[in-house]
């Protein structure tokens, strides 16, 4: 294929005229442009990579970074990125010039995405998937997989909404699970083979080679029966050697994957800048709401002589001046007060300052915070107990205690902090009004020992509060949701009772969002192949950007929602607020993240056991006997874990 023009001569002339143009303009420090044809006539392969969100959210995604640098230091394969074009640039593109539209195009060459052999996109979070039809759309790519010819990319979906792609499974040809780093090479190389022997068999054979190494899903080669009832009768393969279930992809060696090595810097404002490290991958805390947690099981370490290189290589390549050591729980790497000294000794005097951004209530100590505060900035402090009451910290097995998180803060606040946030979750299974107003009750303890502590008055908490959707492979996916008028009335109650309180009231920041988005991210999550005419029917309305408040509309879902499911015998409660039943088949049963379904089952079981008082917990199997959650031995995989003994050194100032 000769090498498609660049768009942007067109593109030039027309971004003064659209907000934030430098997003679109690409060039960043540390990104790459390469040849179209960088390896001999037909074995280059060709990824465009899309975060589906507006740049400054989707630029600092470590794991779109990452795969464009594991695509990337490839001599045979190209690989740009992509992200959602704000309206007012999409009306530019529609309205196009003398040549037509504008298609969507790479940041990095501008290249139409149509031209490319694989259309890959990350999804955090299922409120992306109208920017995938978008996005679809303006490059010209049919946004049904069926209506695809051989010109048009593979369109592949990975990140944690991979885990159930059924939503979408119309839009995509193929999805993968788990971890991206070797599965991206692993399809490159059946890209490349099947376009050096001349693209036999179309593109039916290429999907057929991916879906039958076993770990990539191809939506198209499976069957959906439902039952009259509604419910899923079975999902079964529709050709012969296609595999009844995919696995997911587990890394086991972060340390041979240092990635990423070269940080993309932002030419435009981003919602993180900063140079982020993952220090582990997975979290065997079993947090039962957690679907992060439960899907990237085991916990597998980076070393924290690979840490200190990183973190070196990343600032000298970047400039960046904060770190972030990040991982869904960071202060549980076993070396972890090793780590933070021998950073904070490494940059002290320096222009670097450390950030966790997430700490567990029970495992921060005053070495973090004493190390972290080291360089004189002291960077915001999260803690996230999620329920209110002890009661409902059981039921989601998170188990801190009161007394925990207020040792915690006095800690924080008796080094310096003036400022804590706590995250709370609302609409937890078995919860009630009383559980809620209980974080009105901690919040008010938090103040008063900060200020006995640090003997001040100007002591601040913002308690942060988002709503609790069930997630499919966790304990939670057979939960019924909060419906969102509840989950609202909830939420006043508990900022009447905040804002009421005249001693500690101002000092107690409260921030939520209402109950609405949270049932459509419910319907996504746990939807089935139906939803996928709901999500076509939003975005043909105008439905974009779901994860902005500003944009989101919660009738426009409800009146397609009515529409599309009108005589299948479901609507939304019937996918939201809707409890499910042990031996209903659920839409991602046949994709296998590791978990054993029984166990899930019975830590559900225990979940609403602890809700009447049991006194049930499920400790870290990194620390206890492994309880059998099934992971290890499906996955082939195993608990990776410090210490190492290594040291930080040479403790030279960058
Ligand atoms: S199989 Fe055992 S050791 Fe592995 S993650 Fe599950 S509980 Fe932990």
């Not at 090479?185 to 490349?192: D, N, P, Q, T, Y």
Request: hydrophobic share 35%; proline share 6%; charged share 25%.
């Amino acid at each position: 294929m000769s090498a498609p023009v660049s768009v942007f001569p067109r593109l030039e002339p027309r971004l003064p005229s659209v907000s934030k143009p430098i997003q679109y303009v690409g060039g960043e420090l540390n990104s790459t442009v390469k040849d179209w044809d960088c390896a001999p006539e037909g074995e280059t392969v060709r990824w465009a990579l899309m975060y589906p969100d507006a740049y400054e959210v989707g630029l600092p995604n470590q794991g779109v970074q990452i795969l464009y640098e594991v695509l990337n230091e490839r001599d045979w394969i190209v690989a740009e990125r992509t992200y959602s074009v704000w309206p007012d640039m999409e009306k530019v593109m529609r309205a196009g010039d003398e040549q037509g539209s504008i298609p969507q195009f790479t940041v990095d060459a501008h290249r139409p995405v149509r031209a490319f052999d694989v259309f890959g996109l990350s999804f955090s979070t299922e409120l992306g998937y109208t920017n995938m039809l978008n996005a679809l759309d303006l490059a010209g790519i049919p946004l049904h997989a069926a209506d695809r010819t051989e010109d048009d990319p593979i369109v592949l979906a990975g990140g944690h909404a991979a885990f159930n792609p059924e939503p979408i499974a119309d839009f995509l040809d193929a999805a993968v699970l788990g971890d991206g780093e070797e599965v991206v090479l692993a399809i490159s190389e059946v890209v490349r083979d099947w376009k050096g022997e001349g693209r036999p068999g179309g593109r039916d054979e290429l999907l057929r080679r991916l879906a039958v190494s076993g770990n990539i899903y191809v939506p198209r080669f499976y069957d959906v029966v439902y039952a009259e009832d509604g419910t899923i009768e079975a999902v079964v393969p529709n050709r012969p050697g296609i595999p009844f279930r995919v696995r997911k992809h587990t890394l086991m060696d972060l340390d041979a994957w240092p990635y990423p090595a070269k940080p993309l810097v932002p030419l435009a404002e981003t919602v993180h800048e900063r140079f982020s490290v993952e220090i582990f991958r997975g979290c065997t805390r079993g947090c039962r709401f957690c679907q992060a947690g439960m899907i990237t099981r085991p916990v597998r370490e980076r070393s924290i002589g690979t840490i200190a290189d990183m973190v070196e290589n990343g600032i000298r390549k970047s400039g960046f001046e904060e770190v972030g050591l990040l991982s869904l729980s960071s202060a549980d790497h076993t070396e972890i007060g090793e780590v933070a000294k021998g950073l904070a000794d490494r940059y002290e005097g320096t222009n670097v300052s450390l950030s966790l951004p997430s700490t567990r209530v029970d495992a921060f100590n005053i070495t973090l915070a004493n190390e972290f505060s080291r360089n004189g900035r002291r960077s915001g402090l999260t803690f996230a107990p999620e329920g209110g009451s002890e009661r409902m910290r059981r039921v989601i097995n998170k188990m801190v205690t009161e007394e925990d998180l207020i040792r915690t803060v006095a800690t924080a606040y008796s080094h310096g902090w003036r400022q804590v946030k706590l995250y709370f979750m609302v609409g937890l299974p078995t919860e009630t009004d009383e559980d809620v107003l209980q974080v009105a009750e901690l919040a008010k303890k938090v103040i008063a020992k900060g200020r006995e502590v640090s003997g001040r008055n100007d002591i601040r908490c913002t308690v942060s509060i988002g709503g609790f959707v069930p997630k499919p492979h966790t304990p939670f996916q057979w939960a019924a949701q909060l419906d969102h008028e509840t989950t609202d009335e909830r939420l006043k109650k508990l900022r009447d009772t905040v804002r009421d309180d005249k001693r500690f009231g101002r000092a107690i920041g409260f921030r939520y969002h209402d109950g609405k988005p949270g049932t459509i991210e419910g319907l996504l999550s746990r939807g089935d192949r139906r939803v996928g005419r709901i999500i076509e029917a939003v975005w043909r309305d105008g439905g974009r950007f779901d994860g902005w408040s500003e944009h989101f509309s919660y009738d426009r879902w409800v009146t397609a929602a009515e529409q599309a499911l009108d005589g299948t015998g479901v609507d939304l409660a019937w996918y939201t607020t809707r409890e499910r039943e042990y031996d209903e088949v659920l839409p991602w049963d046949h994709l296998d993240s590791g978990l054993d379904k029984d166990w899930l089952w019975a830590d559900w079981e225990d979940a609403l056991a602890a809700a009447d008082g049991a006194d049930i917990e499920v400790e870290d199997c990194r620390w206890t006997p492994c309880y059998d959650c099934g992971v290890c031995p499906e996955m082939g995989t195993e608990i990776q874990i410090g210490p190492t003994g290594q040291t930080l050194l040479p403790l030279s100032v960058v």
